[in-house]
């Protein structure tokens, strides 16, 4: 199709013969977007086949609604609007961003809190340090929340042996009260390290003339950090956010993982994602889940979408 | 800027993409039973099983998750040259019964025959995944087994598996604890267990038992017993369910455990966790109520050696009225015949002929994995007369289990298992944190139950 387009142009210049040029140019052009296709297309192909051609399919189901006594019949919209009057999909979604609230802004504060520190030394030790921060990164999400169970254990975990000595009962970080802060901690240990080195690598690309010059206008350390290079990695930062914004939103593997150790804390609609699983391969229903996924989709684009205006909208000002 | 954020969003959206691609080929590549789907021959050659072939008749796909099941496999294996068994264990329990619901939605993957508990039969029996087993035989072997083991296993005029094991209720407890705070005999009564739980922790004892809510299908056989009948149905008529879940019984025995949460006179952890058994070998709990197969699963787990060796002992589960004992069960397994299988009578004969052999159950009932079904060793002297070694050579079988298989009359399931025992859990779940009572709970729990069985199109009574 692309070929024969060119082929016409092609001739169609030579035989009017007007404007020679352009028309090279335009062929040129044809066939240089073609060459670039071509290489977009290995990235396209996976693409359509492993994401696009999936969300249509589970969109498409989506639409049905399949009930154990009476088969598959068409819903339309009303899975969705279940969903959304879902007492245990709204109370999973109000957990996510109540959670999302609180950990990426701790998560944001600590990460920097080290890069910044990391970035001042230059003593052996950070190096090691950002090895060592960076390290629970490398550990598998799953073994990591497995890890954190025994910790919390209130039979034979360090919490409770230190406790013990004192005679006292160490608090259980996935009852229902603590829940919220014992999952946030895992979480925070998993990735501020990830973060962390982000923000480093950011840093580590500011010129360092820039900090010379702020010294000689007499800027404290404290303040090169805050005012010169905070602002300089503020990109950086964004990027952290909008990943941490998203993948809060998604919550799912580390409760998944405690919720044999939570003693009925974690609940099968704990999380949106929790509940679009256990909707789909515990309750066969696969139609119903996949209308929560999307409406889950549907709140992380707003959530994102709100974010990235906003952001834009302060960084054109300054 | 924007640019590397698509590019980190899309590159997550790979990786989502490709580990979930992954995890499904694990799935139909654990089942061994995709070649068996495709295949049309009536001696598909199935790769992918655990065990050795013994010839090369037709094979049969099964899942099954027994501890001594390669023993069993191979029993059945020796003893056929018209069929052999390629047998996998994807799980126990709920890990199979994903993978169960997966490959019934996905319409193939399934095994030719799969171990299911008596409780999840109509969930899938419903999805018309498993053959009624009566054209292909199954009366034949009624006869072995006791009337409620085959009720468990049928709807109607159909039986959709075949029992091998079950799960009598029992009272297990720990006779040092017991006698250091001056319990002589073990209660026989629920008010006596009430009453016993306050003198030892009135005494500065451990807690008397464990209100685990990870265990709703022994607190449903709990209410079971002082008369609830939580659910009615039958498959001939499959719309028609009659949900009974907040009927006094059912709110009598929630409230009774309820209580003894509230004054931490049981425990409130979650049981088949490291953090209860630790508790169970450190004699944090007095009692343990559970089913015949108990002994077998806590020697499994390391109890009764060391500091909790010689300690147990077993009593028949206290009653709400002695003059009319009711006895329950807890779990126990069956093998049934699914749809997607290839040569569904070949896989009958399999269903109705592993595990049924004298050498597999008395493997199975010696070694304490299974407490039986099977009449042949129910009859047997051999049974009765055994010393079981848990309980430092207690005649359980003759004192405890026996009586109580004989007396258990069977239970309706619901075909919505899996749902009632998530909501239930997370009643169970809120009693445990002190943020319901007994008859919240019920009522809710009835209220989330009527709602989720009429949006699956049943018509439901009340």
Known sequence: MAHATAVDVASSTSTIGTRPDRGRRGLNERRRSRTGLLFVLPFAVVFLAFLIAPLLYAFYLSLYSKGLATGVVFAGLSNYTTAFTDPSFLKGVWFVVRFALVLIPVQMIVSLALALVLDGLTTRFSRFARLMIFLPYAIPAVIGALMWGFLYSPTFGPMQQIADVFGAQAPFLLDPDHVFGGLMNVVTWQWAGYYMIIIFAALRGIDASVYEAARIDGASSLQIALRVKVPMISSALLLILVFALIGTLQFFTEPQALRLVSNGTITPDFTPNIYAFSQAFAYANFNYASAISFSLGIVVFIAVYVFLFLTRKRGSIA | ?462
């Open chain 2, 1 to 462: 800027m924007r640019k590397s954020i698509l590019a980190g969003v899309s590159g997550i959206a790979l990786a989502l993409a490709l580990s979930a691609c992954a995890t499904s080929a694990n799935n139909s590549g654990g089942g061994g039973s995709a070649p068996s789907a495709e295949e049309s021959g009536t001696s598909p050659k199935l790769t992918d099983c655990t065990n050795k072939m013994m010839n090369d008749a037709p094979q049969v796909s099964v899942w099954g998750w027994y501890p001594n099941m390669a023993t069993v496999v191979d029993n059945f294996n020796k003893a056929h040259t018209d069929v052999q068994v390629c047998w996998n264990n994807v799980g126990q329990g709920a890990d199979e019964y994903t993978k169960v619901q997966t490959a019934i939605s996905a319409k193939k993957g399934l095994p030719d025959v799969v171990m299911l508990e008596a409780d999840h039969l109509s969930s899938y029996a419903i999805q018309d995944a498993l053959v009624d087993l009566v054209p292909y035989g199954a009366n034949d072997i009624k006869a072995n087994f006791s009337e409620g083991a085959w009720k468990d296993v049928s709807q109607g005029s159909k039986v959709f598996a075949v029992p091998v094991d079950g799960g009598p209720m029992a009272l297990i407890y720990r006779t040092d604890v017991f006698k250091k705070y001056g319990i002589t005999t073990p209660p026989t009564t629920w008010t006596e267990f009430a009453a016993d739980a306050a003198k030892v922790k009135a005494a500065g004892g451990p807690v008397f038992g464990d209100l685990g809510s990870n265990v709703p299908a022994a607190f449903e056989a709990l209410q079971i017993q002082k008369g609830a009948v939580p659910f009615g149905y039958d498959i001939t008529d499959p719309q028609a369910l009659t949900v009974k879940l907040n009927d006094q019984a059912s709110k009598d025995v929630l409230n009774y455990w309820a209580d003894l949460a509230n004054k931490n006179l049981v425990g409130k952890v979650d049981q088949f966790t490291t953090d209860y058994i630790s508790g169970v070998v450190g004699g944090k709990y007095a009692t343990y109520t559970s089913a015949a197969w108990a002994p077998g699963y806590l020697t499994g787990a390391g109890v009764g050696k060391g500091k909790s060796e010689g300690v147990w002992a077993v009593a028949p589960l206290p009653q709400w009225d002695t003059a009319a004992p009711v006895s329950v069960n807890w779990g126990g397994s069956t093998f049934a015949v699914t749809t997607q299988a290839t040569d569904k009578k070949l896989a009958a004969e399999v269903a109705k002929g592993i595990y049924a052999d004298p050498a597999s159950l008395a493997d199975g009932w010696q070694k304490q994995v299974i407490f039986p079904l099977s009449k042949s060793v129910l009859g047997s002297t051999e049974f009765a007369e055994n010393k079981t070694d848990f309980f430092s050579g207690q005649q359980a079988n003759k004192e405890v289990y026996l009586p109580a298989e004989n007396a258990y009359k069977g239970v309706v399931y619901a075909p919505i298992t899996t749902y009632y025992y998530a909501q239930l859990q997370a009643e169970l779940a809120k009693i445990n944190s002190g943020k319901t009572t007994g008859d919240q709970a019920a009522d809710e729990l009835q209220a989330n139950i009527v709602k989720y069985a009429q949006s699956q199109g049943f018509k439901v009574t009340q």
